[in-house]
């Protein structure tokens, strides 16, 4: 039998191939030396990649099991719950120096309100002269212009909300908005700081690459 010489090659019959992108089967010998190195290169990153994504997996969940054991911990010792009621908890370093975060955050859409609540707003703003509110219609424009995923800027809507303006209509669209949110989950982040003396700036500790 050959010898297979790479990785991804299909022995038939004595002859060695390759399946390109297609689905068809390419004779080893008719690859340009480059695509086979480039091939190569991505096996080797990608196989790479996997060890180190499992090595990231399985230390997120030894942090957050440190975490838990410590807060069963001290809820035995002590019978107080270390954190917050929503899971958020803040550990620190008895230095001061090296901080551990556990954040929970809320996964939130928005209902049907929030289109009622955009056409009051749009009212409003087509009643207000051109000239007036020029800051409001560009956060109201920035609140609903939806980006690639078709999800609204939420940061700026809840900064919509903070806006006290007497109209009715207005008070009765920001209630819309607040009616049109809802809690459907909840995602738990867990992150790493550490800084060089108890009054420096606290620097993030990054374990995603895009951070990295």
């Not at 790479?48 to 990231?56: D, I, L, Q, Y």
């Not at 099991?65 to 107080?80: E, F, K, M």
Request: net charge negative.
């Amino acid at each position: 039998m050959t010898e297979i010489p790479h990785p991804a090659a299909i022995d038939v019959g004595g002859e060695l191939y390759l399946r390109d992108a297609k689905g068809s089967l390419v004779p080893l010998a008719s690859v340009k030396p480059v695509d086979l190195l480039m091939d190569d290169t991505v096996r080797s990153i990608i196989d790479k990649a996997r060890e180190v994504s499992g090595v990231v997996r399985e230390f997120k969940a030894d942090a957050f099991a440190d975490v838990g054991s410590l807060q069963a911990l001290i809820a035995q010792q002590y019978g107080a719950a270390l954190g917050g009621k929503k899971g958020n908890i803040t550990l620190t370093s008895f230095d001061g120096c090296r901080k551990v975060q556990v954040q929970v955050a809320d996964l939130i859409e928005f209902g049907p309100e929030l289109q009622s609540a955009k056409s009051l707003i749009d009212e409003c703003l087509a009643e207000w002269s051109a000239d007036s509110r020029v800051e409001l219609r560009s956060l109201v424009n920035r609140v609903f212009q939806v980006d690639k995923e078709g999800q609204i800027n939420r940061a700026e809507l809840f900064m919509l909300l903070r806006v006290e303006i007497a109209d009715a209509r207005w008070k009765k669209a920001m209630e819309a908005i607040r009616d049109s949110i809802r809690v459907i989950g909840s995602r738990t982040y867990i992150r790493f700081y550490e800084r060089d003396d108890p009054d420096a700036a606290w620097r993030s500790i990054a374990i995603d690459l895009a951070a990295a």
